[in-house]
């Protein structure tokens, strides 16, 4: 938001002090308020709020958000259920507010080649989808993320399975059937931290999806076959570190995969490396602003996130039926 200049960024909510100075010292001039109970009194003055607290807390507080009268932006996951999720949208509906979720990775660079590749059928027909996000921690830090159980939003089917849910819907639409194996391998954390679901869509493309916080090794990010040709990528897009560091978009070489990270197209022999789409997190808000002015559809329709949370309910559902 900071980067754009369709938005100010007028109030951060934190009560941690660390954070507080952070806040002021990256925004000066932005006024930090120390609880969200403070941030309802000042939300005359407000347009939107962004959500980024604890995934346990997001229906209530976007509910509360869009009943003082701001458009809202919500963390993904957009809420802990489905139900939550369609009641917030029926509320922002009734009271003519704009509401979206935070689906950042449909922006990612090889995300965004890949849907190129696939749009334009030079993979052919999909066949099967591999998506991973995979990392080696096998002591968990200690965060709400991972003192979080699964029925307040922690774990990471919560976490990282809504990135990989919705980039596989978008590709190639709802799905007919899911198998899943949800398993908590830590004994320090509160929520499943290994997961695995094999989606079936109702076009007929099968999808693999991993997640895990216990993988020694990882497997490649996107490995993807088609009738015509594979393609296949590795390691994650460089944006989020990139912000972490203090980058924003629009800065020269944001979002940009140098070149021994490219992805690879076509046939085993024949393959060739790929020019990665240039990732693009900014290009959520440049949609949001003209969503919010009527000119243009949202960035992320939240019925979207909605599909998410079922599959990720059903997915809770089959391993408590199975006793894991």
């Not at 990989?164 to 007919?176: H, K, R, T, Y």
């Not at 995969?257 to 085993?268: I, K, Q, S, Y």
């Amino acid at each position: 938001m900071d980067a754009d200049p369709a938005y100010t960024l007028d109030v951060i909510v934190t009560a941690d002090s660390a954070r507080r100075a952070a806040a002021l010292a990256r925004h000066p001039g932005v006024e930090v308020l120390a609880s969200v109970g403070e941030l309802w009194t000042v939300a005359d003055r407000l347009d939107l709020v962004v959500i980024g607290s604890p995934s346990g807390t997001h229906a209530s507080l976007a509910a509360t958000a869009l009943e003082a009268g701001l458009d809202v932006v919500v963390d993904k996951p957009f809420a802990v259920r489905a139900d939550e999720g369609r009641e917030l949208i029926s509320l922002a509906e009734r009271l003519g507010r704009t509401l979206t979720v935070f689906q950042n990775r449909r922006w990612d660079g090889d995300f965004r080649t890949l849907r190129r590749l696939v749009e334009s059928g030079d993979l052919g027909q999909v066949r099967r989808f591999e998506s991973r996000f995979e990392w080696w921690q096998p002591e968990p830090s200690a965060s709400w993320k991972t003192a979080a159980t699964a029925a307040e939003g922690g774990g990471i089917l919560y976490d990282l399975g809504t990135h990989l849910i919705d980039q596989a819907i978008q590709l190639f639409g709802p799905v007919a059937e899911l198998t899943a194996e949800v398993d908590r391998r830590r004994d320090a954390a509160a929520a499943d931290d290994d997961v695995f679901l094999a989606l079936r869509h109702d076009s007929g493309v099968r999808s693999h999806l991993w997640m895990s916080a216990i993988a020694p090794q990882s497997g490649p990010r996107f490995h993807v076959l088609g009738s015509r040709a594979g393609y296949t990528s590795w390691g994650l897009d460089g944006q989020e570190p990139a912000l972490i560091a203090g980058a924003l978009p629009g800065d020269r070489g944001f979002g940009e995969t140098p070149e021994a990270r490219w992805g690879v197209l076509g046939v085993d022999g024949e393959a060739r490396p790929l020019p990665m789409e240039r990732g693009d997190y900014g290009e959520f808000y440049r949609l949001l602003a003209s969503a919010i002015h009527g000119e243009g559809p949202l960035p992320v329709d939240p019925a979207d996130a909605v599909a998410v949370l079922e599959l990720i309910e059903r997915a809770h559902k089959s391993r408590t039926r199975e006793g894991h």
